[in-house]
Nanobody
Framework: QVQLVESGGGLVQPGGSLRLSCAAS????????MGWYRQAPGKQRELVAT???????NYADSVKGRFAISRDNAQNTVYLQMDSLKPEDTAVYYC????????????????WGQGTQVTVSS
């Protein structure tokens, strides 16, 4: 069993910053790419940023230059530093990871966190 646990969401004023964390735990053999997605009310879930196991990153155009994704491979944790936040960044943010889990056989699966609310408002 593998789970992703997110933390760090909350209410922040426009122009402010937040840092999200997501830790993977359980029967993990290895963790591949990790990422953050978000879903605003009435909208589809969208990619925010991804990071490979070797540190290669990819960002949505809407967050380039404001958000930074990073990871700690020893802790199986991914972070999202969000600066210069805008009201349009308001959404539930979900962590995603590609994980090879242990068991009778190794199994590769995609996992999602439970989501953390980020609200940007004055």
């Amino acid at each position: 069993q593998v789970q992703l646990v997110e933390s760090g969401g909350g209410l922040v004023q426009p122009g402010g910053s937040l840092r999200l964390s997501c830790a993977a735990s359980g029967s993990i053999f290895s963790v591949g790419a990790m990422g953050w997605y978000r879903q605003a009310p009435g909208k589809q879930r969208e990619l925010v940023a991804t990071i490979t196991s070797s540190g290669g990153t990819n960002y949505a155009d809407s967050v380039k230059g404001r958000f930074a994704i990073s990871r700690d491979n020893a802790q199986n944790t991914v972070y999202l530093q969000m600066d210069s936040l805008k009201p349009e960044d308001t959404a539930v943010y979900y962590c995603n990871a590609d994980i090879l889990s242990t068991g009778f056989l190794l199994k590769r699966s995609e996992y999602w966190g439970q989501g953390t609310q980020v609200t940007v408002s004055s």
